[in-house]
């Protein structure tokens, strides 16, 4: 656990260094296709995970791999332009590494997005679904093995991992701008290939309303150290079996291109009242 620490320290230290010791109120994750939103950030400091000390590199499609730090609806921001997932071949302790570094940045505010399959009937592609709750059937968690008692308790309360009053203020900021702004449960499995429509039959008597392979080992990471988590998932495909038709990367880009007005707008709202 010392060894975490000073490779977390030495994250840290690194990113202060560029940015300076000013307090940074939100940090973002921007899913597959989202990124555009880094594009509104005022004054923007760019650094490529690359040259951060003990950072993962982000391989996926549309994750550009790099922190954007700067200024967004009057609020001191840190973008992830990419994530890590399971499915590149990190464990998960790699996959959350750069999440547990917030903790050393004095961050205590989380905004995860990503882009979801559609499994709730009623959604439609290019929605925007408001995670509620979540669900992992995968055995893999982040926080297996010895607990990094630095960072948070052995065993912690999962029960609101989606902060009620974010998710109160995004409803009403949704309303106000006459968005019809999904809710539901985000399934969580591993990837990268698409689920089978009856992994999909089955996420849906589950309760699942919209499946991805991000998201919720970060938000356990996040919980773990008392930070504040919201969710929002891009509703970029249906999922397998619903719409009978082949599912491809292309389609979950090419729809995060077409929400981003909506979505910026919805988050930058989002950052502005988020106390």
Partial sequence: MTYLKQKLQESAAYIKNIIGESEIHIAIILG????????????????????????????????????????????????????????????????????????????????????????????????????????????????RGINPSFLGPRFFDMSYTYDRELIDLTKKIAKEQNLDLKEGVYHYLTGPSFETPAEIRMARLVGGDAVGMSTVPEAIA????????????????MAAGILEQPLTTEEVIKTGESVKLKFTALVSTIVERWN
């Avoid at 961050?107 to 399959?117: C, E, H």
């Avoid at 439609?124 to 982040?142: A, F, Q, R, W, Y």
């Avoid at 996040?222 to 495909?237: D, E």
């Fill in 32 to 143: 597959s296709g989202l990124g555009n939103l880094a594009d509104k950030i005022e004054n923007a400091i760019f650094i490529p995970y690359k040259d951060i000390p003990n950072f993962p590199l982000s391989t996926a499609p549309g994750h550009v791999g790099r922190l954007v730090i700067g200024t967004l609806s009057n609020k001191k921001v840190l973008c992830f332009q990419g994530r890590f997932h399971f499915y590149e071949g990190y464990d998960m302790a790699t996959i959350v590494f750069p999440i547990q570094v917030l903790k050393f940045l004095n961050i205590n505010n989380l905004l995860i997005t990503n882009a979801a399959g559609g499994i709730n009937t009623n959604f439609n592609v290019g929605d925007l679904m408001l995670i509620t709750d979540h669900i992992k059937l995968t055995s893999e968690n982040p926080l």
């Fill in 222 to 237: 996040a919980v773990h150290m008392g930070i504040k988590v919201l969710g929002i998932s891009c509703i970029t495909n």
